[in-house]
Nanobody, 116 residues
Framework: QVQLVESGGGLVQPGGSLRLSCAAS????????MGWYRQAPGKERELVAV???????NYADSAKGRFTISRDNAKNTVYLQMNNLKPEDTAVYYC??????????WGQGTQVTVSS
């Protein structure tokens, strides 16, 4: 089993920055891809960015140029650096991990609010 714990969310003004962290514990060697998804009120959960164990990345169009996903395999942690935040980035951000056999794990979520 894999446990994911997110941190780093909060309230920020438009144009500001936040860095989210997600620490994984449990059967770590089974993790392949890690990523971030978000869900705004009344909307479906959507991909923000993912990163493979080999550090290949993929971003949603809305995140390209503003967000950077990175991973520290030694610390079993994935990060999301978010710059130039906009009000439409307001959502609960969820950490995701997919094992080498395809099972999916989710964190509890962390709230990001972008407002003046």
């Amino acid at each position: 089993q894999v446990q994911l714990v997110e941190s780093g969310g909060g309230l920020v003004q438009p144009g500001g920055s936040l860095r989210l962290s997600c620490a994984a514990s449990g059967i770590i060697f089974r993790i392949n891809t890690m990523g971030w998804y978000r869900q705004a009120p009344g909307k479906e959960r959507e991909l923000v960015a993912v990163i493979t164990r080999g550090s290949s990345t993929n971003y949603a169009d809305s995140a390209k140029g503003r967000f950077t996903i990175s991973r520290d395999n030694a610390k079993n942690t994935v990060y999301l650096q978010m710059n130039n935040l906009k009000p439409e980035d307001t959502a609960v951000y969820y950490c995701n991990a997919v094992s080498v056999v395809g099972t999916t794990h989710w964190g509890q979520g962390t709230q990001v609010t972008v407002s003046s």
